[in-house]
């Protein structure tokens, strides 16, 4: 008998996999599909914050600012493993923003959104604090310090969908919705595998167009509705460059145009800096940072360090695609970043729900709007409630000042372990990193090393429990350890997967993973 779905989703973004986590733990019997790799579009191309967004309050959006914020505790409550606190330092350039008006958005920053854990702001002097040294010296003499968090993106996505195949959903990567038939009381999506070309038909009582940069194509060729274009594409792009400065505190600056972008540390031994602003036409898989955007970022950066930012420094780029809601917003930088749903369910006709922009920060609570939506024509959510900001994503069911705890008890247990590949560990996947490690008790027993603490074991757990398939899966999105492996150790990684004999998860002979 053929599966009938409550919920078919598609796209494997952050907010596809975010309402497929929230459905299944409310007892509905969803499926989602992605044309390409978990996260393999905007969701892992952010600056990588969870945040209210301090240059959303001068676009008085409140609201959203509002949520995110409250937000903020509660994702690190239930990802410790993937999303730690930070403080950013502002300081206070000459002729731009005065500093009242500083000091009054960061007020209102520290008291809108319930901040319980989260250290409060304060006013930093830069001649003496060491968060002026790296600085031009004698241009920065005043700053203001806040706290918010950091999320390693791609993660958070592949652990939401973790959780949902873990709790029933089917979960379908490489696999694109090509057509479909709209009835009274169902869907018949036709879905294709993209590695071999075959397609079968699955049916569902409702389905989430949660395509990201690609919903509005989706709405028009697959599931063939003639929408006009609610989708305002924006490019954001970042550059990875060496280490510029020792402490543990982030950046964020102004620029004389109003954009603001980030210096934030990364992966130890880098500093991530963007984003910007600017519309994007095309395809949104095409996206790359470009020369101009390189050459913005660079100087731009180089307004504020005393050490100047140049494109030979930059060791990595990356780039992607915000879909922002489309209301006619003027300059790219203002355009909205809260999101939209919109239901199509008139009497009938199988409902259909679309969802516009959004950001990582808020895709829980998303997730949650969306289901409200959808309750009336899915009888199984009456009476449900939301329930995902109380049950940690897999492998953060530790507190959230364990941490380093963590570590402990994984360099204890795995004493061959050295701290640095404990901590990478720890940080990818909690408590889960514990299933990784099993019984080895050597570092070979862990299998081949691709370079960089890489191994077998580890390379084998993304294939079969994360949907892994390429070497960029797990050098760009599961991890960041492109940034360290060199082109042999790319090419052994990629021969050893194409030859591995496990069945990845993925693809259409796949089922609940």
């Given at each position: 008998?053929e599966?009938?779905?409550?919920?078919?989703?598609?796209?494997?973004?952050?907010n596809?996999?975010?309402?497929?986590r929230?459905a299944?733990?409310?007892?509905?019997?969803?499926?989602?599909?992605?044309?390409?790799?978990?996260?393999?579009?905007?969701?892992?191309?952010?600056?990588?914050?969870?945040?209210?967004?301090?240059?959303?309050?001068?676009h008085?959006?409140?609201r959203?600012?509002?949520?995110?914020?409250?937000?903020?505790?509660?994702?690190?409550?239930?990802?410790?493993?993937i999303?730690?606190?930070?403080?950013?330092v502002?300081?206070?350039h000459?002729?731009?923003?005065?500093?009242?008006?500083?000091?009054?958005?960061?007020?209102?920053?520290d008291?809108?959104?319930?901040?319980?854990?989260?250290?409060?702001?304060?006013?930093?002097?830069?001649?003496?604090?060491?968060?002026?040294?790296?600085?031009?010296?004698?241009?920065?003499?005043?700053g203001?310090?806040?706290?918010?968090?950091?999320?390693?993106?791609?993660?958070?996505?592949?652990?939401?969908?973790?959780?949902?195949?873990?709790?029933?959903?089917?979960?379908?990567?490489?696999?694109?919705?090509?057509?479909a038939e709209?009835?009274?009381?169902?869907?018949?999506?036709?879905?294709?595998?993209?590695?071999?070309?075959?397609?079968?038909?699955?049916?569902?009582?409702?389905?989430?167009?949660?395509?990201?940069?690609?919903?509005?194509?989706?709405?028009?060729?697959?599931?063939?509705?003639?929408?006009?274009?609610?989708?305002?594409?924006?490019?954001?792009?970042?550059?990875?460059?060496?280490?510029i400065?020792?402490?543990?505190?982030?950046?964020?600056f102004?620029?004389?145009?109003?954009?603001?972008?980030?210096?934030i540390?990364?992966?130890?031994?880098?500093?991530?800096?963007?984003?910007?602003?600017?519309?994007?036409?095309?395809?949104?898989?095409?996206?790359?940072?470009?020369?101009?955007?390189?050459?913005?970022?660079?100087?731009?950066?180089?307004?504020?360090?005393?050490k100047?930012?140049?494109?030979?420094?930059?060791?990595?780029?990356?780039?992607?695609?915000?879909p922002?809601?489309?209301?006619g917003?003027g300059?790219?930088?203002?355009?909205?970043?809260?999101?939209?749903?919109?239901?199509?369910?008139e009497?009938?006709?199988?409902?259909?729900?679309?969802?516009?922009?959004?950001?990582?920060?808020?895709?829980?609570?998303?997730?949650?709007?969306?289901?409200?939506l959808?309750?009336?024509?899915?009888?199984?959510?009456?009476?449900?409630?939301?329930?995902t900001?109380?049950?940690?994503?897999?492998?953060?069911?530790?507190?959230?000042?364990?941490?380093?705890?963590?570590?402990?008890?994984?360099?204890?247990?795995?004493?061959?372990?050295?701290?640095?590949?404990?901590?990478?560990?720890?940080?990818?996947?909690?408590?889960?990193?514990?299933?990784?490690?099993?019984?080895?008790r050597?570092?070979?027993?862990?299998?081949r090393?691709?370079?960089?603490?890489?191994t077998?074991?580890?390379?084998?757990?993304l294939?079969?429990?994360?949907?892994?398939?390429?070497?960029?899966?797990?050098?760009?999105?599961?991890?960041?350890?492109?940034?360290?492996?060199?082109?042999?150790?790319?090419?052994?990684?990629?021969?050893?997967?194409?030859?591995?004999?496990s069945?990845?998860?993925?693809?259409?002979?796949?089922?609940?993973?």
């Amino acid at each position: 008998m053929e599966t009938l779905y409550d919920l078919a989703i598609i796209g494997g973004g952050v907010n596809g996999c975010g309402i497929a986590r929230d459905a299944t733990g409310r007892g509905l019997k969803v499926f989602l599909c992605e044309q390409n790799d978990l996260a393999s579009g905007t969701s892992s191309a952010a600056t990588k914050l969870i945040h209210g967004g301090l240059r959303y309050l001068e676009h008085y959006e409140f609201r959203l600012v509002r949520e995110a914020l409250m937000e903020r505790e509660v994702l690190w409550g239930i990802a410790p493993h993937i999303i730690w606190p930070l403080r950013f330092v502002l300081p206070y350039h000459k002729g731009l923003r005065p500093a009242w008006m500083l000091r009054l958005g960061l007020f209102l920053y520290d008291h809108l959104g319930g901040r319980k854990r989260l250290p409060a702001t304060r006013t930093l002097d830069l001649t003496r604090d060491e968060a002026g040294q790296p600085l031009k010296p004698g241009e920065f003499t005043k700053g203001f310090e806040y706290s918010d968090c950091w999320v390693d993106d791609a993660r958070m996505v592949a652990l939401n969908a973790r959780d949902a195949a873990d709790r029933g959903a089917t979960v379908m990567t490489r696999t694109k919705a090509v057509s479909a038939e709209r009835g009274a009381a169902e869907w018949a999506l036709t879905l294709q595998d993209k590695t071999t070309g075959t397609t079968q038909v699955i049916r569902a009582k409702a389905v989430v167009n949660a395509a990201g940069p690609w919903a509005g194509a989706v709405l028009n060729t697959a599931l063939r509705i003639n929408a006009e274009a609610k989708v305002r594409l924006v490019q954001g792009s970042h550059i990875v460059v060496p280490k510029i400065y020792e402490h543990d505190r982030c950046y964020i600056f102004q620029n004389a145009d109003g954009r603001i972008f980030f210096a934030i540390p990364y992966e130890q031994d880098f500093t991530l800096i963007g984003t910007t602003d600017r519309d994007y036409e095309g395809d949104p898989a095409a996206v790359k940072a470009s020369d101009e955007e390189i050459g913005y970022i660079c100087r731009s950066a180089t307004e504020y360090f005393a050490k100047p930012v140049l494109p030979t420094d930059i060791v990595w780029t990356y780039s992607g695609v915000r879909p922002l809601y489309d209301k006619g917003d003027g300059a790219a930088q203002a355009a909205t970043r809260d999101y939209v749903l919109e239901l199509e369910g008139e009497s009938g006709r199988a409902p259909l729900l679309s969802v516009f922009g959004g950001k990582l920060t808020t895709y829980r609570r998303l997730a949650e709007h969306a289901l409200e939506l959808l309750q009336p024509h899915l009888p199984a959510l009456k009476g449900n409630v939301g329930w995902t900001g109380r049950s940690a994503l897999p492998g953060g069911d530790f507190p959230i000042d364990g941490f380093d705890a963590l570590v402990d008890s994984l360099r204890q247990g795995w004493p061959f372990l050295t701290l640095t590949h404990a901590h990478r560990l720890a940080r990818l996947y909690g408590t889960t990193a514990r299933t990784i490690l099993g019984d080895a008790r050597s570092l070979d027993a862990l299998g081949r090393d691709f370079g960089a603490t890489l191994t077998q074991a580890e390379v084998d757990h993304l294939v079969r429990t994360e949907w892994a398939e390429t070497a960029d899966d797990i050098l760009w999105r599961r991890t960041k350890l492109g940034l360290r492996l060199g082109p042999a150790q790319v090419r052994a990684l990629e021969t050893y997967l194409n030859g591995v004999a496990s069945q990845p998860v993925g693809g259409l002979a796949s089922a609940t993973a």
